[in-house]
Nanobody
Framework: QVQLVESGGGLVQAGGSLRLSCAASGRTFSSYAMGWFRQAPGKEREFVAAISWTGSSTYYADSVKGRFTISRDNAKNTMYLQMNSLKAEDTAVYYC??????????????????WGQGTQVTVSS
């Protein structure tokens, strides 16, 4: 089992940057494929980015490709999401997730086993 805690959210102007972190408990962090999702008010939770166990593979939603970068540091049990060129439509609660599926990249909510509590990102236009 793993517990996830997100941090780094906040209020930023359009065009600005934020870096989210996801700290994981436990000694098996490197066994989990990891991902970021977001949920805006009145909308379903949507996929943002995913990263494989070692970090060698990554995948992004089209809406964030070229602006967001997902990474992980297994020695620190932490995953990151660097968000640049932020837009008002990026405003949402951002969640990190961990999955034990045999696949290195997971893109749907059903594929993930554990979730953090979320961190709010607000982009003002």
């Amino acid at each position: 089992q793993v517990q996830l805690v997100e941090s780094g959210g906040g209020l930023v102007q359009a065009g600005g940057s934020l870096r989210l972190s996801c700290a994981a408990s436990g000694r098996t962090f490197s066994s989990y494929a990891m991902g970021w999702f977001r949920q805006a008010p009145g909308k379903e939770r949507e996929f943002v980015a995913a990263i494989s166990w070692t970090g060698s593979s990554t995948y992004y939603a089209d809406s964030v490709k070229g602006r967001f970068t997902i990474s992980r540091d297994n020695a620190k049990n932490t995953m990151y999401l660097q968000m640049n060129s932020l837009k008002a439509e990026d405003t949402a609660v951002y969640y990190c997730a961990a999955g034990l599926s045999g696949r290195p990249i997971l893109t749907t909510t059903r594929q993930y086993d554990y979730w953090g509590q979320g961190t709010q990102v607000t982009v003002s236009s």
